[in-house]
């Protein structure tokens, strides 16, 4: 017997992984073919006078399968026996084959459990070529219809179709890497799609792309559906005037709801200014509705405007570009300026009008791209032309998207990052108080006790703090608050008043040592106060000064009601053993009877001066 090496196993495996991929990409055709046949056929049926067999039906569903992928489709059949081409595509239809392309080659790049996957470039391949087989024996088979496909739209954008929703697939099992690129792209491409960042801009750029654009679909939809409803009779004389029985009403329905992009299209090239063409000799913008339209009856072509000038609720439609302009600047700015970033985070003025010119050109190639799908010829001579034009379409939302979504979005970064200091920003605190430079306590005793401390002193700060509101964040709807407060205690500290009469005498818990010496407020601070330096060290000196520890005893007795002694003096030059020496000489006995004949004649209040062993 013979073993079959490693290599031999891979080489089976990686064969029967194509296998598998391929016909992913077959029975995904299959599916998207079959299900339109399986329609049409029950249209037929119900068809109380039907113009050919089942035969004819199955073919014309392989016609207009073809067409769902943008093939080009000719009647042959005409009074006129010109072969008329049939190139609207609807795109409703187009979702189906789109998505069922997608994830085949999505589950044919993803590994299987226990068995490594295809290579990205086989999975695509094999996919591609699967579908591509079904394509050409529909198109084969249709060729004898009454709808057959052109042949020279088989190639593109058939085949452009199909690669596309398999690259996305493809792309979507990796994981929606924006890099690295191929190795035969341009090297200063490969480096840029490298960078973290560039892959960050791209990616809000496309995200702001694709909302723009569907805010252009929303907002022509909705023009559409205004328009359908003021000219509702008309509509419905065209529907109930193209089919007399259910069934053919039930055909003329569904293709109506086929159409229904292809009119959110027509709608947003409407308000974009391009307008739309309805035959080779009239056309229809916002600012009228030039020529002699040569539109087939149907209940959606109801929501044409009447030939003429147009007036001011024709006009009202450019505000359907206006709407996706900030659409695109908001989106755009929701991540050049977060809310939750510091300010130096954020993105620059020129980066963010960059983006934003992306996501702009972004949108116009979209609306390019649908919008040449949208419209074609429906027949020959003066229905030769109809629907938008792409390359008139497409560079009008360039422009629109650009001219007001860049000014929009700067505007709107420079919102979001407002000064701090004017309470612009709601997330943003009020900077830490910074101390002047040189500030020290002004506390003196006279030599029956401690007097009263000057404004630069712990009660001063302490008023200070409580009237200017340092450590509070304002919020953007009290812009003013602490501010003529921190203003009027600012001025009554500068100019040595008093302290505040509610203001406690002992340091608030868990405040920094310097925010009791004197120093200004915040907003003080931030307007440049005297002696706030930026990035400058807080001192620490002051705190442990004589003076300084003068005054804290001092505030800490007379919050004690006197049961503190005074505070210690000097120590004398003679050395430790000689200080400890003279403390316990001049200490009195301790004892019930030495503390009875205690000496009365010492001022009230005043404690012996081991009675406390705290250092302040």
């Not at 010109?82 to 190139?87: D, I, L, R, T």
């Not at 992306?358 to 001579?381: I, R, W």
């Amino acid at each position: 017997m013979t073993q079959r090496g490693p290599l031999v196993t891979a080489d089976r495996n990686r064969t029967l992984a194509l296998a598998s991929a391929l016909v992913r990409g077959a029975v995904a055709a299959g599916l998207g073919l079959g299900a339109l046949a399986v329609l049409v056929t029950v249209v037929w049926i119900s068809s109380p006078h039907p113009d050919s067999g089942p035969g004819g039906a199955w073919r014309v569903a392989a016609g207009v399968w073809l067409l769902a992928h943008g093939a080009g489709l000719v009647r042959p059949d005409t009074l006129s026996g010109v072969p008329a081409p049939v190139g609207v595509v609807p795109l409703l239809l187009v979702v189906g084959p789109v998505w069922l392309t997608h994830r085949a080659a999505r589950d044919a790049a993803e590994p299987e459990e226990g068995r490594s996957g295809l290579s990205r470039a086989g999975a695509f391949g094999a996919v591609t070529a699967g579908y591509l087989l079904v394509v050409a024996g529909a198109a084969a088979y249709a060729r004898g219809g009454a709808l057959r496909a052109d042949p020279d739209t088989l190639v593109f954008p058939v085949v452009l179709v199909v690669a596309g929703a398999a690259a996305a697939g493809v792309w979507t099992a990796a994981g929606r890497p924006l890099g690295p690129l191929p190795s035969w792209s341009p090297l200063a491409l490969q480096e840029a799609a490298a960078r973290t960042l560039f892959r960050d801009r791209a990616e809000a750029a496309c995200r702001s792309a694709a909302v723009g654009l569907a805010v252009l679909l929303g907002g022509g939809a909705l023009l559409v559906a205004v328009a359908l409803g003021r000219n509702a009779a008309a509509a419905q004389d065209a529907f109930l005037g193209l089919a007399g029985d259910w069934s053919g009403r039930f055909a003329v329905l569904l293709l109506a709801a086929a159409l229904v992009p292809n009119a959110a299209l027509w709608g947003a090239a409407y308000g974009l200014g391009p307008g739309f063409a309805v035959g080779t000799g009239a056309t229809a913008t916002p600012l009228g509705f030039d020529g002699t339209p040569a539109a087939p009856r149907f209940p959606l072509l109801a929501a044409v405007p009447e030939p003429g000038p147009g007036g001011w609720p024709n006009w009202v439609a450019a505000a359907v570009p206006v709407v996706a302009a900030l659409a695109v600047a908001w989106f755009t700015v929701r991540r050049a300026a977060p809310v939750d970033v510091p300010r130096a985070q954020a993105w620059g003025p020129r980066e963010t009008a960059r983006v934003t010119l992306l996501a702009a050109l972004g949108c116009g190639a979209g609306t390019a791209l649908l919008t040449a799908l949208a419209g074609g010829p429906l027949g020959t001579g003066e229905l030769s032309a109809f629907g938008p034009v792409w390359w008139l379409t497409g560079p009008a939302a360039l422009a629109w998207t650009a001219v007001i979504g860049v000014p929009v979005a700067l505007l709107l970064r420079l919102w979001r990052l407002r000064t701090p200091g004017w309470a612009w920003r709601r997330d943003v605190p009020e900077a830490p108080v910074a101390p002047a430079a040189g500030d020290e306590a002004a506390h003196r005793r006279d030599p029956h006790g401690v007097e009263g401390e000057d404004a630069t002193g712990f009660e001063g700060a302490a008023a200070g703090e409580e009237a200017g509101g340092v450590g509070r964040s304002r919020r953007w709807w009290t812009p003013w608050r602490g501010r003529g407060r921190a203003k009027g205690g600012s001025a009554e500290a500068g100019a040595g008043g008093p302290a505040h009469p509610a203001a406690s005498s002992v340091p608030a818990p868990g405040r920094p040592p310097e925010a009791g010496s004197g120093g200004p407020s915040g907003t003080a601070a931030r307007q440049g106060g005297a002696g706030f330096e930026p990035y400058d060290f807080l001192p620490t000196d002051p705190w442990h000064e004589e003076d300084a520890r003068e005054a804290r005893w001092a505030s800490l007795k007379r919050g004690s009601g006197g049961l503190m002694a005074d505070f210690p003096a000097a120590p004398a030059p003679d050395g430790p053993a000689a200080r400890r020496a003279g403390r316990s000489a001049d200490r009195p006995a301790d004892g019930p009877a030495h503390r009875s004949a205690a000496p009365t004649d010492r001022p009230a209040g005043e404690a012996d001066d081991g009675g406390a062993g705290t250092t302040p």
